[in-house]
């Protein structure tokens, strides 16, 4: 499989890459190593040492849970491989601590949270945790691990996807081209009375489908059988390159273990 490095934006985290000679199979083998394999930090659990607020304490932890955190996969193991055999230490768990009481009605948001290593923390401040009245408290003390996307969606550092690449072909003269530039304006340009393609929505508009039927197959769209255009949307807690290159030798690692196990297995 070829990669080709094709956008980034910094605003939403998305980022598009090209996957040349390959199939939907290795494709795929890709997204799911991704979003099922490669490890990041959250809450698992929760202890609250004060919780007046309206929400119960279950429904605080999930929240917290749900808090993409900062992940520093050099300093952390997984507990299940970490050397303290899953009881926790601080090469496998990491302990934030929350304390709030309102003076006036107010939000306790993920800025909040103490964490004891600067490293570790959330990716997003200000994401709401629960709305405090006057007087109510909150106090607790949450314990963050590693873990996988396939055991929970918190785990999961990034939402990806991948489509067959496609070109766009048009047959003739299209009718009414200033018209179709104005409703479909991320898809074309009307420049000096010619509609142009902005090569930009052959990557990732979902409206080409809608555009072939709009004018009657005089715009044609055709897929790449063996190119696709990936895309990775990191929740935060790694970087995009980190998640791919985390992906690819998880797999060859399965890829290892198989060959061992095969190599081991009488004939
Ligand atoms: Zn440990």
Redesign the pocket.
């Known amino acids: 499989m070829d990669i080709k490095f094709l956008k980034h934006d910094k605003g939403t985290n998305r980022t598009l890459f090209l996957c040349k000679d390959t199939n939907a199979v290795m494709v795929n083998m890709l997204r799911r190593s991704i979003l099922q394999e490669v490890p990041t930090m959250a809450i698992e659990d929760v202890e609250f040492v004060k919780n007046s607020s309206p929400l119960y304490d279950e429904v605080i932890a999930l929240r917290l849970g749900l808090i993409p955190l900062k992940t520093d996969l050099k300093s952390y ?1 997984l ?1 299940s491989e ?12 990491l302990k934030l601590t929350l304390k709030a009481k309102a003076k006036g009605d107010t939000i306790v948001y993920a800025s909040q949270l103490k964490s004891k290593d600067p490293k570790v923390v959330p990716v997003y401040e200000n994401m709401p945790i629960v709305k405090l009245l006057k007087g109510q408290e909150l106090e607790l003390e949450a314990t963050a691990v590693l873990g996988k996307g396939k055991e929970h969606m918190k785990w999961a550092p990034a939402l990806a996807w991948y489509r067959h690449a496609q070109d766009v072909h048009t047959k003739g003269k299209i009718p009414e081209g200033e018209k179709l530039a104005k409703m479909y304006p991320k898809l074309f340009s009307w420049k000096k009375g010619k509609l142009e393609i902005n090569e930009d929505s052959l990557l990732e508009s979902p409206q080409w489908a809608e555009v072939v039927e709009v004018t009657d197959g005089a715009v044609q769209v055709t897929e790449h059988k063996d190119q696709f255009v990936f895309l990775l949307e990191s929740w935060g807690q790694l970087k995009s390159r980190e998640i791919v290159v985390r992906a690819m030798e998880i797999f060859e690692g399965k890829l290892d273990a198989l060959e061992t196990a095969l190599k081991e297995t009488p004939e």
């Open positions: 193991v507990p970490c050397t303290c055999k899953g009881e926790g230490c601080n090469k496998c768990q």
